[in-house]
């Protein structure tokens, strides 16, 4: 083996090997295990939440593999209306054209070549996270087979009434002009402006009542002004008329217990067109809404002329400043508002009353929310049911249609005199209606909402509405892992969908993972400077490549400048490379029942370092037994305390590993993993096994060799699943040794506790021996002895029970403590300055004369403690400011609080020393 662990030299080889080899694909054996990848939009490139996700299923896949089961993980990616859409538009217009010149069928079909050309991207970084899906089955939302599923869901809700058209007022964006869903809307405080305008009273023109308002272009869409019925202030003023300032209507006064009287002036504008509050109120107190706006937001023919034609924010400033010239202008203030933009055009959400179409959800959601109660659908986390059940307690109709070319065309056709009519295609309609062949029809424009189809992703890829194979093997999947941000949006739609449907829930369990974040548990954002590209985490980048990348498409320079700095002041060498095993292994170790996941590149090098720590330990493994060991093993080979011990440890740990990941406790499956590897196996039985295979004994000899390898085989087999390429390498090397024929780890059997034996004895024993070694080893780095220098030790009150533990363990005492003769003293006896370790009642004493430099020593611990004595007057004057412990991070405050009392017993020790060191 090369004696460094180089990841880009295998990872690529062993990817192309599995996947060539079929490995991925479901074995036909086995009790059915399916897991649905939930599918990212085929514009989309890997971030960090994918990555997160990809790991913890093909973990939890792999692991399934292994176990024996007849694996199958639904692969795919959503066709991403509105996000692909703008990507073939924006290609266009470097090409000086528009969509609306190609035509929608030439315009498809552009999008179609994009895909096939561009649409490839995050299905390769994909593959570069290790991903054992079977890409032979890979699905995609606009295929033929799921086309034919979204049609039949739309035209059978269709025909039982629970879908429907109508006018109602949606979140739209005016630069696609187009219908956008919550989840596409981002809503951030930005700094703006509150208006107070005077509407004359109708009865007296001299009066008037103050309205504050947020939106003065808006005006000419009011059909009311609003108080509190119980605000003192305008309550004789209830029922009156206003002028309705730049036009000749008036409006009426109303009184509505939503309207906050502590804000503005305590009188709002109602505009129900425009207002998603407002539309609610509009509907109690009968008003009819007036839509003022052109679809791309230009005040249209329902306003006074001089105004029509306006885009909205420059009409913003023209009825300001006409209100002004009027003096309908009380004040204006300075106010700090949530404003609402598309998270992909940035453009300000306008609500917008359109015809669209709904699903009556309703009657679909008691029935999913039955199966969570039932327990047919578990939550892990427990806790997030209540978030589903809130969420659809509070449920409103879903708007499904999509003002785009891009997606799944609604199947309705219109008459000329507005008539709908539903079904697969327009031959179909005419047969299905009875229509006259020359009946002229024209089919819906809009697409369905992406979500529409997604929502039926569990079983449209397994091939419903035939009745496939795959439907009646692997449907209800098993386990569904995703983030709590679209439980909603997807999760609850899914099982909704389903049940209607299929009859059966989609899947039985949901794991939900949490938010990854920055170091600093900040959401990553492009405008943060904080996005890491996890395939920068495997492959490394440069400094100034990491700037490039952050700063790129920032139209604020200052912006740019201050990520730079910060990105510099973070990475001044850049990213180095991990490693996909490392990136992965760290992912499943942060993966906590927490809400949030702080991502914290420390850990990333930390699992960087046991992977290498892996590799060595396997170098020492293999340079001990190639060619020593023979091709059978021999049977009724000695095992000593070290082997029982390591196999013991073994035992324990595959259980617990399968039984966190079981209860998809991913984050203490690795975990487990790590001490058992790190400290049980390489710390402590590479260790024991050294003086073992120095045994004069060949038979312990061997016995020594084939644990050492039989272990390593077992870990491999364990740490497959977190980490398939290291594994799979190093296995392909130890593999022969043990006569094994299994091509590939991967679909190796997972340890069973069972396999190994359990020798609970050796357990005592051991703790024995360590709780002597460890203390021993902690006294030469606090006293400065080397590690390898031989010490005597003299041992008070001991048992018959430690002199016997001694007299067995003499061999491993005296190899691993360095220790070279032994002295048994009376409980009265007195000693010179000494170094002690107690265990249980035992005291072991370690004569210091001979052994350091007292004056060296002394020399040292003197600036020890003069270092140490800053540190703590710095530590407790800030903790002894009240300013200072109330602005700072509770975490923090409690870290400086605990190194504080860690300093003080550090400078009792070393005034311990330093009277010892005197005393010599």
Same mark, same amino acid.
């Given at each position: ?124 970084? +994909? ?58 809307? &981002? ?90 509050? =407002? ?158 062949? +020359? ?45 709590? =941000? ?286 002597? &070694? ?78 350091? =430099? ?67």
């Amino acid at each position: 083996m090369d004696k460094t662990y180089d990841p880009k030299t295998i990872e690529t080889k062993w990817y192309a090997t599995w996947e060539e080899a079929g490995f991925f694909q479901a074995s036909g054996h086995g009790k059915p295990f399916c897991l649905m990848i939930p599918p990212p939009n085929v514009t989309g490139s890997l971030h960090m939440g994918h990555a997160l996700e990809a790991s913890l299923m093909d973990c939890l896949v792999r692991y399934h593999r292994m176990c024996g089961e007849h694996t199958h993980w639904q692969v795919g990616t959503d066709h991403a209306g509105i996000a692909t859409q703008m990507v073939v538009e924006r290609e266009l217009t470097l090409e000086n054209r528009s969509r609306h010149e190609l035509g929608r069928a030439a315009f498809e079909d552009r999008i179609w070549e994009w895909k096939k050309q561009s649409g490839n991207t995050i299905t390769q970084q +994909l593959r570069r996270m290790g991903a054992s899906t079977d890409w032979t089955r890979e699905r995609f939302t606009m295929d033929p087979g799921l086309s034919l599923a979204v049609r039949e869901v739309f035209i059978r809700l269709h025909d039982e009434g629970l879908i429907y058209r109508k006018k109602r007022l949606v979140n739209w964006d005016p630069h696609f002009k187009t219908a956008i869903s919550d989840l596409e809307v &981002i809503s951030e405080e930005e700094d703006g402006f509150l208006w107070h305008l005077r509407y004359p009273l109708l009865e007296d023109p001299n009066l008037y009542i103050v309205v504050a308002t947020t939106r003065p272009e808006t005006l000419f869409g009011d059909q009311a002004v609003a108080v509190h019925p119980d605000d003192e202030r305008y309550q004789h003023l209830i029922g009156q008329y206003v002028k309705l300032p730049l036009t000749d209507r008036s409006i009426p006064i109303i009184a509505d217990d939503t309207i906050l009287p502590e804000f503005g002036s305590g009188a709002v504008k109602i505009t129900p067109a425009h207002d998603f509050n =407002d539309y609610a109120r509009g509907e109690r107190h009968e008003l009819t809404p007036l839509n003022i706006f052109t679809l791309d937001a230009h005040l249209n023919q329902n306003v006074p002329a001089p105004y029509q034609g306006l885009e909205r924010f420059a009409a913003r400033k023209q009825v300001v400043a006409d209100l002004e010239a009027l003096g309908l202008v009380e004040k204006i203030e300075p106010h700090k508002g949530l404003i609402a933009r598309g998270d992909r055009s940035s453009s300000v959400i306008e609500p917008m009353l359109t015809d669209q179409w709904y699903v009556a959800i309703k009657p679909l959601a008691e029935d999913a929310v039955k199966a969570v109660q039932q327990g047919e659908v578990q939550f892990t986390p427990k806790n997030w049911e209540n978030t589903f059940f809130a969420w659809m307690d509070n449920i409103q109709d879903w708007c499904i249609s999509r003002q785009l070319w891009w997606g799944h065309r609604i199947p309705a056709w219109y008459d000329e005199e507005g008539n709908v009519y539903v079904a697969e295609d327009e031959v179909t309609v005419r047969k299905k209606y009875q229509l006259p062949h +020359l009946l002229l029809l024209t089919q819906d424009e809009d697409v369905l909402d992406t979500w529409f189809s997604s929502a039926l992703w569990p079983f449209s890829t397994l091939g419903w509405p035939e009745k496939t194979p795959e439907l009646s093997t692997f449907y209800p999947t098993n386990v569904l892992i995703t983030g709590f =941000d679209i439980i909603f949006f997807w999760v609850a739609r899914m099982i909704m969908m389903a049940l209607k449907f299929t009859g059966q829930v989609p899947f039985k369990e949901v794991y939900i993972h949490g938010l990854v974040t920055d170091g600093e548990g900040q959401k990553m954002s492009k405008s943060k400077g904080n996005v890491i590209d996890p395939i920068d985490l495997i492959d490394g980048i440069d400094l100034e490549g990491l700037i490039r990348k952050r700063t790129q498409n920032l139209l604020l320079s200052k912006q740019a400048q201050k990520i730079e700095k910060q990105t510099r002041q973070q990475f001044p060498d850049g990213i180095p490379a991990f490693g996909t095993d490392a990136v992965r292994f760290t992912f499943c170790a942060q993966a906590s029942t927490g809400r949030y996941i702080q991502f914290d590149l420390n850990r990333v090098e930390g699992y960087r370092n046991f992977c290498n720590k892996l590799w060595n330990a396997t170098r020492f493994v293999l340079m001990n037994i190639e060619t020593l060991i023979p091709e059978v093993k021999p049977s009724g080979l000695p095992t000593s305390l070290a082997d029982r011990y390591i196999l013991t440890k073994l035992h324990q740990v595959s259980l617990d590993v399968a039984q966190h990941l079981n209860q998809y406790r991913f984050d203490l499956a690795a975990q487990a993993c790590y001490e058992f590897v790190w400290h049980e196996y390489c710390d402590w039985y590479l260790e024991l096994s050294r003086p073992l295979l120095k045994n004069e004994d060949p038979q312990i000899q061997l016995a020594t060799r084939y644990t050492l390898l039989e272990v390593l085989e077992a870990i491999l087999r364990l740490l497959h699943p977190f980490i398939p390429y290291i594994t799979e390498e190093i296995w392909q090397r130890v593999k022969p040794l043990l006569g094994i024929a299994t091509p590939s780890i991967m679909i190796a059997a997972y340890p069973q506790a069972k396999d190994y034996p359990l020798d609970e004895a050796s357990i005592i024993e051991m703790n024995w021996l360590k709780n002597i &070694i460890t203390p021993l080893r902690n006294m030469r780095g606090e006293m400065n002895v080397p590690p390898r220098k031989p010490i005597s030790v003299w041992i008070k009150n001991a048992s018959a029970e430690d002199k016997q533990n001694w007299q067995t363990l003499d061999a491993l005492l005296l190899e691993l403590a360095f220790i070279e003769d032994v002295k048994w003293l009376d409980n009265d006896a007195k000693l010179p300055p000494c170094a002690s370790v107690v265990v249980g009642h035992m005291e072991i004493l370690v004569p210091l004369a001979g052994l350091i =430099d007292p004056q060296a020593e002394l020399n040292r611990l003197e600036k020890l403690v003069l270092k140490t004595k800053k540190e703590q007057e710095k530590l407790a004057q800030k903790l002894n400011n009240p300013q200072y412990c109330a602005n700072i991070k509770p975490d923090i405050l409690a870290q400086e609080q605990a190194r504080l009392i860690e300093i003080e017993h550090l400078l009792s020790k070393a005034a311990e020393q330093q009277a010892q060191m005197q005393w010599l």
